[in-house]
């Protein structure tokens, strides 16, 4: 299925671990889980487990795990519980109220607007060329403190 990111914005390092993809953005523990990708977008006041959203891309369900945010894929819905946040896998978009991002999985990127990195989930490359500042939440701002170069299996 190609290439997915580990992406550890505390630890400055990315590893790449098989077809699972573990976004976490304030923990600095990354929790591998299967074949999930794990998204932790927001909130800074609640950490917990660092999980607050956990997402199925290959078997296009919903696992619920001290889950903070309840999404539903199939609806393009989502009950906030400290992330706002519309995901919809079926029309090839994400779309996250307050960060400014535009997330397509199915069309191959990431791009998430206004200075952040280009991830290829669904080819065989990862293409960060833009990680700089990375992303703006709400009046919060992460950045990578290094230059992650392209990788291509």
Do not use: C, R, W
Request: hydrophobic residues 60%; without cysteine.
């Amino acid at each position: 299925m190609g290439i997915i990111a580990v992406i550890d914005l505390y630890n400055e390092e990315i590893q790449l671990m098989g077809i699972i993809a573990v976004i976490d953005l304030y923990n600095e523990e990354i929790h591998l889980m299967g074949i999930i990708a794990v998204i932790d977008l927001y909130n800074e006041e609640i950490l917990l487990m660092g999980i607050f959203a956990v997402i199925d891309l290959y078997n296009e369900e919903i696992q619920l795990m001290e889950i903070m945010s309840v999404i539903d894929l199939y609806n393009d819905e989502i009950q906030p519980m400290g992330m706002i946040a519309v995901i919809d896998l079926y029309n090839e978009v994400i779309h996250l109220m307050g960060i400014i991002a535009d997330i397509d999985l199915y069309n191959e990127v990431i791009q998430l607007m206004g200075n952040i990195a280009v991830i290829d989930l669904y080819n065989e490359e990862i293409d960060l060329k833009v990680v700089f500042a990375v992303i703006v939440l709400y009046t919060e701002e992460i950045q990578l403190m290094l230059i992650i170069a392209v990788i291509d299996l």
